[in-house]
């Protein structure tokens, strides 16, 4: 999930160097949200993982 977040970032810088303003604002904001899903999938492991007493699930 991360990695797609890096995609689309280097994509939305890409299209802002050659002038696609409207795409390059559109790949951003995929980039903002992949990333928030990212991070809180993320929290919610480490939720489980630390109320799990450290075991696998």
Request: charged content about 5%.
């Amino acid at each position: 999930m991360l990695g797609w977040a890096l995609l689309f970032f280097l994509l939305a810088v890409a299209a802002a160097v050659f002038g696609f303003g409207g795409l390059s604002a559109t790949f951003a904001g995929v980039a903002q949200i992949l990333f928030v899903v990212f991070i809180l999938l993320f929290l919610a492991s480490l939720v489980v993982r630390l109320f799990s007493g450290g075991r696998r699930v």
